[in-house]
Each structure stands twice: as C-alpha cells, then as structure tokens.
C-alpha cells in the first residue's frame, strides 16, 4: 500500500503569514498515463473535506489563489501565501492510485 | 448545486448489520464514480470503497472487504453501503464523496456529504 506522510502534524500561524505543509508518498503518484494524482483538501472544524487542488497543482473551482501545490513523484507541498483565519482546520493530502490519506496536519491561528 | 446527502446511520450491536444511503442531486450522477469515506471520532480520514459509473469497478478498503458492499441505482440517483458483522472499529462518520472521474482509481473527491454517523456499540 501506497503510505502517505505528512509534516508537519499542527501549525501555528500568524494571520498574514505563510504556510507550507509537505506530504511525502512511500512510492511514486506519477501514473503511466503522465498524470500525478495527488490532493489537497481542507476540514474545516465541525464541516466535511472539501477539495483544495487536484493532480498536484490545479486549484479547485473557487479556492483562493492564496493556496497553491507543486512537487513531483514522492515529495509535494502545499503553501498558503497569506494564511487567514478562515483558513483553520485539518489539511489532508491523499493520492489516488491506492486511494489512502495522509494523517494530518491541524493548522492554527496564533 | 452539487447535492449528497447520507442516511441510514444510527446506533448498532457488534455482529449487526446497517444500510446507509446517499442521495445525489445536482449533477449527471451516471457520469461519475462514487465514494464512501469514513472518519472515527477525532481521527483521520479513511477510504472504504468506491464504485465506478457502471458498477463495473468495485474497490474496498482491506478493513471492510468481505464484510462491506457498496451499490448504486443510477435510476435513483443513489449509492449504497451495505455493512454487515459490524464491529466496533467501524464506527464513525461516513460520508459520500462524488469521484471527479468516471472510475474508482485516478481520480479525487470533488463534492461530499455532511456524513451519517454510524456507532458500533453493545
């Protein structure tokens, strides 16, 4: 099984500031079709997962241009430019060649 | 507007048996595989088993397989989780999630449901 690995597991960040979460895979999400499935999603408090970005890098309809995704084979990151406090919560990344998680990683106003 | 709404959950004895629902609204649901994902309580989330457009592709997570069985009515615009020998550890929070694709692999989670709690307990 395809193991997804998150770090770190909380943030704590100050309204303005960035963020950066890294998900690493225990093996490659590029697919033979030239495709890397990898997602971000945020959990809001109290609220399901909703979709951040997709295949690594796209954002989804209506998520701010403040979030964005990179990184390739087994090494990705999400950043968050300015984080706001609408932004707290549990981001998650999963791929999709398996269908597993990461564990976590709670973000946080200061 | 893009609508999944869960139901069936409730409290349950070990060894019983639970049907959970997910009605879909909003979108071409015969276009798109679905999902069922689960998270216990204060935990992360956990993949349990996906369908694709037709039926054809059916997967689920080793923690479920032999006891779990996901179906769908396109007719009906409705998935399905049949969960029986249910044991302690199958309780949380399920919810639907719509795939972005029309199969259960390469694809993610586009729109989810507010969940249906389901609770495992003598």
């Known amino acids: 099984d395809i193991v997804m690995t998150q770090t770190p597991l909380s943030l704590s960040v100050t309204p303005g500031q960035p963020a950066s979460i890294s998900c690493k895979s225990s093996?490659?999400?590029?697919?033979?079709?030239?495709?890397?499935?990898l997602y971000w999603y945020l959990q809001k408090p109290g609220q399901p997962p909703q979709l951040l970005i997709y295949?690594?890098?796209n954002r989804f309809s209506g998520v701010p241009d403040r979030f964005s995704g990179s990184g390739s084979g087994t090494d990705f990151t999400l950043k968050i430019s300015r984080v706001e406090a609408e932004d707290v919560g549990v981001y998650y990344c999963m791929q999709s060649i398996q269908l597993t998680f990461g564990g976590g990683t709670k973000v946080e106003i200061k | 507007e893009v609508q999944l709404v869960e139901s069936g959950g409730g409290l349950v004895q070990p060894g019983r048996s639970l049907r959970l629902s997910c009605a879909a609204s909003g979108f071409t649901f015969d276009d798109y595989a679905m999902h069922w994902v689960r998270q216990a309580p204060g935990k992360g989330l956990e993949w349990v088993s996906g369908i694709s457009w037709n039926s054809g592709s059916i997967g689920y997570a080793d923690s479920v397989k032999g006891r779990f069985t996901i179906s769908r009515d396109n007719a009906k615009n409705s998935l399905y989780l049949q969960m029986n020998s249910l044991r302690a550890e199958d309780t949380a929070l399920y919810y639907c999630a719509k795939d972005m694709g029309y199969d259960i692999l390469t694809g993610g989670f586009d729109y989810w449901g507010q969940g249906t709690l389901v609770t495992v307990s003598s």
């Open positions: 295949e690594v890098s």
């Open positions: 093996q490659s999400l590029l697919h033979s079709d030239g495709k890397t499935y």
